[in-house]
Every structure is written in structure tokens, then in C-alpha cells.
């Protein structure tokens, strides 16, 4: 691969792939069983011809940093109710 002067370079790229399972995919994303992995959608927008936005870091982050203020961590049943 050329760099921006023009001299060739060895180029290896780091590729990094997840394969899980739904039940796994839902708990790396802090989805609830019944909601998508990989959008916003909730157990009732699942099939729906609108498409729900991607579940991102910064979505998961925010939705964290809620259900930290309204339950302890510590108490994992009222902090998955809270995210």
C-alpha cells in the first residue's frame, strides 16, 4: 500500500469480528430478551416496516449512566428494570 509521499508500506489491517449468539448478542449490547441486539427496537417494534436507529456505544453508554442514578448497580434486578 502506498502512504501519502508515495512510498510503499506493509499494511496489516486489524480486523476484529464478534459471533454470538441472540442471547449473547443481547447481553454485550444491554438489551433486554425480546428487544433487538442491534437497534433501539423494543419487543413491540420488532417487524415493523420503520426501521429503529442502531444501538451505539454512545446510546448504550447514556442508557447506563441513567440507570445508575435511579438504581444501584448492586441491586441488578431494579438496574435492568431501570436501563
Known sequence: MSDATGAKRSCHPRVAVILAEY??????NIARLGHSPTSTATHDQLGSADSQPPRTRQWIMTRLARASKIANPQDLQSYVSAA
Not at 442471547?23 to 454485550?28: A, E, F, G, S, V
Open 23 to 28: 442471547r449473547d448478542q443481547t447481553i454485550i
